[in-house]
């Protein structure tokens, strides 16, 4: 790729979280909006060279390398919960019956509104992935042949299908989280040719921090030496999957609904684990004297978790106030180590 061999080659990496997503697009909207003071014409993206996104961390990545102010991305989230994560779902549903559904939310309205983002900030034509102005990885798991999965953008020889993907539909793939939402399947045809995806579900069962994902790309097939390589990771709150004495589920449907807390577990300890993964490589790294630099950006949310799919307006207020603190506390951390 012709990389300056001095130069820092940055990642930003988005963990995946559901309506959670509105803490890292808060504090994406609070640094773009400074980085803006010194560069007006530069967007986030091109302050980047590798974008890394699971779930909902894929639709940030996503909108952002299309060049969605991430202001509005942010928007999007408030404006959509409602749509998104419908409340009134469950009055109309027998409790026991619940399990049997194929999820407990269409994933229609979340499509449609995906669509109607990124086709905006493509003159109105549906994006590919082929369209994204920075190189992007995706992780999904392929539920039809049972395989981890990460689409990717055209950054690379190898790479010869997922750049004909409608973006969309990849980050509808990545966010499909099990219980919430059903599989997606796709099929496409475009100028660039057509195929199928069958059964696609949220990256966050295998990658739900996406930050090694971006390791690997940048070191195995963009061949950047480890030495040069800095990580800015976005949490999207770091819960408590605390299982109290006094919580007793008597069945299964306790642990899947109406709060998937399964799901919500695997998913929460998946990012923290990733994070511990990436703090022990860099310091055994460091003990050789070439290792790369890492940034995480989390919210302890202390016990007291907002449930990816809640749509409550003093959770969303609480978590625009969370990004908003998160950006004030370390937005010149963050500038500095953007600038290192």
Known sequence: MGEDINKKFKILSIDGGGIRGLIPAKVLAELEAELQEEEPEKKLYEHFDLICGTSTGAILAIGISLGIPAKDLAKFYEDNAKIIFPRFFFRFIPRKCRAFLNAIYSNKQLLKKLREVYADANGGRDPLMNDLKARVCVPAFNGNDG?????????????????????????????????????????????????????????????????????????????????????????????????????????????????????????????????????????????????????????DMKGDNIELNSSKQKHIDRMKSIGEELAKNRLTEILNFLKQ
Do not use: C
């Not at 100028?191 to 940048?218: Q, S, Y």
């Not at 030496?225 to 589920?249: D, M, V, Y």
């Not at 790294?285 to 950006?297: C, M, P, Q, V």
């Open 147 to 299: 395989a981890i999965n990460v689409f990717k953008t055209r950054h690379h020889p190898g790479y010869r299908r997922d750049y004909k993907l409608p973006a969309y539909h990849v980050a509808m793939s990545s966010a499909s989280a099990p219980v919430y939402f059903p599989p997606h399947t796709f099929s496409f045809k475009n100028e660039l040719g057509e195929g199928t995806n069958v059964n696609m579900i949220d990256g966050g069962v295998f990658a739900n921090n996406p930050a090694l994902i971006g390791v690997f790309e940048a070191t195995d097939k963009l061949n950047i030496s480890i030495g040069n390589i800095s990580i800015l990771s976005l949490g999207t709150g770091q819960g408590k999957q605390i299982i109290k004495r006094s919580w007793r589920p008597k069945n299964v449907f306790d642990w899947l609904f109406p709060n998937p807390k399964l799901v919500d577990l695997v998913l929460d300890t998946q990012a923290q684990i990733t994070e511990q993964y990436l703090l022990f490589l860099q310091r055994a790294l460091g003990k050789i004297g070439n290792t790369f630099s890492h940034l995480r950006i989390q919210h």
